[in-house]
């Protein structure tokens, strides 16, 4: 039965590549890699690979950044229905030993959030221990919003569809590298590839409704007199 | 034709002096093989996957062939049950692995090196993972080995066995079996077979004792 869903394993796309081009199975391992190079450029500058995951934190405050984290959006709890984003505190000291956090800035609280101006829940970004320190939500679950890599280890690593012909043009281009195809075949690929990328980005422009909604937005209606 | 009606046609083109055992079947066999492995690297140079019409499935009748960790390695490795015909592709004379029934998990072919950095690669890191308890769409690698296949591959994947199939010399197969003989290569193969053993010059058939014939 043909695979017609929107989002297709990175294994598949690759699978369909080898086929399509009638290549040898022995090079499915280099295409592959190559493949998740291209996925990973894509997810930074052309589809946005937004994720949301509830997350838990951990007793002593620290949640560990997902594999697939590139770049941060926010972390927040959610309550009624809506996200309740954290605040960076940049002066958050972490201990060396990474798990003794300061006590919270404030004993009571209202409501989730912010309330009165009064910030009650804080974090600090540790990327290079890949870590994110929450004072104020140990031992709960948050929301944390991330560009993700678009390469997920943990389940089978899922892309969307329409980017296929890019990552066919970019597979040919690795293609022509590995054979040593003549310098004037490569750029013509290289070209295919950029072509693709910039019709891949097209997509991700706002909708005409969008824009439509957006310029309404900036108006204010009144009676015509 | 069968394996031995291929080697009785062979026999009986060639010239009546079997008396001294000249055209042993053994060597007759041995010929045809040579001649046949020639006729299989033909057709490996003119496309690869067409070798996949003489190939061999074992492990497809029920009966997966076993894979099993190495106890000093703890890789996992499949005893291959029959020779094979060595070609200079990664697949080698194994040119397809898979699990025992059709699914979503794939075997690819790798060099010995790239199957020692695989770990490290995102071909390996993202070869597919457990999602609830069932393998999905998992990449396998393999790397064809002198007598053996080793596989990195999930456990779970390997407990279930696999099938290959594999391009055998002429001389692994039984008598009554069917051999495919490479593609339109009839009268070529049979020639070559026929004259290489027509070289072999003939014996001393007479009993005189003497230093020459």
Sequence with gaps: ?225 | MTKAEIISFVRNNLKKVDKTNKYHPVVVEKAITMAFNQGYSDIFDKDPRELDNYTRTYGGSGSPLTVTANPNTGIYETTLPVPYIPFSDKNSGIRNVATPTVTTTKFYPVTKREFEILAGTMAGELAGSSIGGAYDHVRCYYVVRLDKVEYFVPSTVASNGVRMDIVIPFDQYSSDDVVNIPYAKDMQLMAAVIELLRTVPPVDLKDNNADTE
């Design chain 1, 1 to 225: 039965m043909a695979d017609t869903s929107a989002i297709i394993p990175l294994s598949k796309l690759v699978d369909r590549f080898v086929f399509k081009y009638k290549l040898p199975d022995q090079d499915y391992a280099l295409y592959f890699e190559h493949a998740a190079d291209c996925i990973r450029e894509l997810s930074i500058h052309a589809i946005s690979q937004y994720r949301d995951v509830e997350i838990a934190v951990s007793s002593l405050g620290v949640i560990s950044m997902p594999s697939d984290m590139l770049d941060f959006i926010g972390v927040a709890l959610s309550y009624k229905g809506n996200v309740w984003y954290f605040t960076e505190n940049q002066y958050m000291i972490i201990q060396a030993s990474d798990s003794v956090m300061p006590t919270d800035y404030d004993t009571y609280w209202y409501s989730y959030g912010t309330t009165g101006a009064k910030n009650l829940y804080y974090f600090k970004l540790d990327w290079e221990g890949r870590e994110i320190h929450i004072d104020g939500a140990e031992g709960e679950n948050v929301r944390l919003q991330y560009i993700s890599s678009g390469l997920d280890t943990a389940a089978t690593c899922q892309v969307p569809i329409i980017v296929t012909p890019a990552v066919d043009a970019y597979l040919r281009w690795a293609q022509g590298e590995i054979d040593g195809e003549s310098i004037n075949e490569q750029l013509k690929r290289k070209r295919t590839y950029e072509e693709q990328f910039r019709l891949l980005k097209l997509q991700s422009l706002p909708s005409l409704k969008d824009i439509r909604d957006y310029f309404l937005g900036m108006t204010t209606q009144s009676a015509l007199r």
